[in-house]
């Protein structure tokens, strides 16, 4: 994602990263970006009720190795950042299916076919076969609004501005 916003013109942008992903890459970003961290959620593992590792208070790395996975994604040629997050960490996962469809994601993993990474944002609402499993390793996605330092344009500024009135009080500058 880094190198794509360095090679176009980006005044304003919201972006998922990893939060370790994010600070290696603060010295870059920050020379031409202000970042504003609007929140930071941990990763979980949404899967099936009756999956056998549902009733666990939280799932480690290494078992998520073992277990099938769907990416609910339009191709594998930009993968989510939850699925880089655990890439970049060095974690193997067993990808076995991929879909554009929240029907077919929703499928696989009624079906207790695989499970999906996701984060409190990205949970679907009143599915109730679902759990959402925390990862024992505590893994933090980080989402930013980052705003492109010097002079914007008058539509970039009137962004901002009605964007800043109604952000989350909690959302603040990190770099």
Do not use: W
Request: glycine share 2%.
């Amino acid at each position: 994602i880094f190198s794509l916003m360095n090679q176009i013109q980006i005044s304003l942008a919201f972006m998922q990263v990893s939060e370790e992903r994010l600070m290696q890459e603060k010295d870059s970003l920050s020379q031409k970006y202000d970042c504003y961290l609007l929140s930071k959620e941990p990763l979980k593992v949404a899967m099936h009720k009756d999956n056998p590792y549902a009733d666990r208070t939280s799932i480690s790395l290494k078992k998520l190795q073992e277990l099938p996975l769907i990416v609910n994604s339009p191709s594998l040629d930009s993968l989510p950042c939850h699925i880089q997050t655990l890439l970049d960490k060095g974690i193997a996962l067993n990808l076995k299916y991929c879909s554009n469809s929240e029907q077919m994601l929703k499928k696989y993993i009624t079906q207790n076919q695989a499970f999906a990474l996701t984060t409190k944002t990205n949970i679907i609402e009143g599915y109730v076969p679902f759990v959402y499993v925390p990862i024992k390793e505590r893994i933090y996605i980080a989402i930013c609004f980052l705003v492109e330092k010097g002079k914007a344009s008058a539509c970039t500024e009137m962004f901002k501005t009605i964007f800043f009135q109604r952000a989350p009080s909690n959302c603040k500058k990190i770099f």
